[in-house]
């Protein structure tokens, strides 16, 4: 089901290291994050997904409010050795998603979907971004909603295109919609100019979901949510936001700390009360 704001509010009142050296025993950083980017099939500035996670590596290490955290970068959409999974603590992907080629989104590649799987069982965060959202209702749409709480569904719509869930470009005023969440510590309303997907595909009336950002779309009659949050029953947590189209977006003070406190709260690990300072390396 997809649901808008108001829907949701009746239900709840240095050089980038691909391959750092793993640490061990009491050396090991209390968080791992490992961030993985997909390869690009967009034009210049758009769907920069080595330079997305490249940066979130550079905020997450040089934050003041980032302690005992390793971040590390994999690139082509999966580690070369999926081994450094297994004690992550949470896992970032953005990258191509599958409503064009199956095979163009990670997950669905050999046995991709199950290794995550796997981490998720164990209480493993996970964060998606942008189009990583996009995967088929029937061979990835239930995992998506047990690990995030919702995906672009663009196969259970009407015809003749067949999307349920919807894409706009616009420039909106996004709202931080649960104020008292983790996620949304510090954050503002800020104005952004976006390529927003919408009309997410949620479970019905799920309990474990909370808005993160809301915005109203033109020609829409209420306020969409477009970034939200769930905690499993494994106790992983995960995070889906639908924007990540522009890579000038992280220009936006209030975009980074989003995601970034998004990041250490699927991590298990709490951004402080006016949310995760960050610094951009150059653009």
């Known amino acids: 089901m997809g649901l808008c704001w108001l829907e949701l509010a009746c239900v709840f009142a240095a050089p980038f290291s691909v391959h750092p050296v793993a640490a061990t025993g009491a050396d090991r950083p209390a968080r791992k994050v490992v961030l993985i980017a ?8 758009t769907h920069e997904y080595e330079k997305d996670v490249k940066l979130l ?9 980032v302690k005992q955290v390793a971040a590390e970068v994999h690139l082509n959409g999966w580690p070369a050795d999926p081994a450094t999974l297994d004690d992550a ?21 050999g046995d991709h979907l199950a290794v995550i799987g ?7 965060g996970f964060v998606a971004i942008h189009y990583t959202v996009f995967v088929p209702s029937k061979k990835a749409g239930k995992q998506f909603l047990e690990w995030i709480g919702g ?3 663009y196969q259970d719509g009407p015809p003749p295109r067949g999307w349920y869930s919807k894409i706009q470009t616009a420039t909106t005023t996004v709202t931080p919609a649960s104020p008292h969440h983790p996620i ?3 954050l503002k309303p800020f ?30 009659p209420a306020a969409q949510v477009v970034a939200w949050a769930v905690e499993r029953k494994d106790g992983g947590r995960g995070f889906g936001f639908t924007g990540g189209h ?29 949310g995760v300072r960050s610094s951009l390396p150059e653009m």
């Open 89 to 109: 603590d949470t896992i970032v992907l953005i990258s191509d998603g599958s409503d064009r080629n199956e095979q163009a989104h990670p997950l669905l590649r």
């Open 184 to 186: 949304c510590r510090g």
């Open 246 to 274: 522009f890579h000038s977006n992280w220009k936006l003070e209030n975009y980074r700390k989003m995601v970034l406190n998004a990041i250490l709260w699927t991590a298990r690990s709490e951004a402080p009360a006016d």
């Open 191 to 220: 104005t952004l100019r976006e390529e927003y997907y919408y009309n997410i595909r949620f479970r019905e009336n799920d309990p474990r979901l909370v808005p993160i950002l809301t915005t109203p779309i033109p020609g829409e």
């Open 151 to 153: 995906y672009f569904d």
């Open 38 to 45: 997909g390869k690009k099939s967009h034009g210049p500035g």
């Open 57 to 65: 590596k550079h905020c997450l290490d040089s934050s003041p409010d």
């Open 118 to 124: 796997k981490q998720m069982d164990r209480g493993c």
